[in-house]
């Protein structure tokens, strides 16, 4: 992954009024634990208008999905429900040659409710940009727990300990 395709990601999305929120291996860094990550994961609000948004400003990029969907296929709630359930779809990726190094991932639901999500979001520095917002650490954990992967097994341990030694909010 290269800092500086990140940074025309989270630029462009940003240009265009794309509401995201990091996930994955970024924010799992975000949150104190050091781990290789070779993709960029994205949340986006699920918005239609929005969705066009994103897929014309990832477009300006040279990223489109790996596989023949169209932004108005993905903008249709009941085509992605159709995907998740008869293919087991949990994200849409994209690949730009212009970024060969930088994948982006895209999930096919809100793993969450966005409004709140994104008034919790962590936010940070990432890549030169400032103000990125990153999934909670609460919310990251737990969308890692659902996925349950062989490869999250060590993101959960760590992020557990990080949520112990978080302070309490009274």
């Known amino acids: 992954m290269r800092a500086e395709s990140v940074r025309a990601i989270l630029?462009?999305?940003?240009?265009?009024?794309?509401?995201?929120?990091?996930?994955?291996?970024l924010a799992v860094n975000a949150h104190g634990?050091?781990?290789?990550?070779?993709?960029?994961?994205?949340v986006i609000q699920l918005v239609p208008e929005r969705i066009r948004c994103a897929f014309d400003a990832l477009l300006r990029l040279g990223y489109r999905p790996?596989?023949?969907?169209?932004?108005?296929?993905?903008a249709d709630e009941a085509?992605?429900?159709?995907?998740?359930?008869?293919?087991?779809?949990?994200?849409?990726?994209f690949?730009?040659?212009?970024?060969?190094e930088t994948p982006l991932d895209v999930f096919v639901t809100e793993p969450f409710l966005f409004d709140a999500e994104y008034e919790r979001a962590t936010v940070r520095a990432l890549a030169g940009m400032?103000?990125?917002?990153?999934v909670s650490l609460q919310t990251l954990l737990q969308m890692k727990e659902a996925a349950n992967?062989?490869?999250?097994?060590?993101?959960?341990?760590d992020l557990r300990l990080r949520l112990k030694e978080e302070p309490k909010v009274e």
């Open 149 to 157: 992967r062989k490869k999250d097994q060590g993101d959960i341990e």
């Open 95 to 100: 690949w730009s040659d212009q970024h060969q």
């Open 66 to 74: 790996s596989v023949p969907v169209t932004a108005e296929q993905f």
């Open 11 to 25: 630029k462009v999305l940003s240009n265009a009024n794309v509401r995201f929120l990091v996930a994955g291996g």
């Open 33 to 42: 634990v050091v781990r290789f990550t070779h993709d960029v994961d994205l």
């Open 79 to 93: 085509t992605r429900k159709g995907w998740i359930e008869e293919k087991g779809m949990q994200v849409l990726n």
């Open 130 to 134: 400032e103000d990125v917002r990153f």
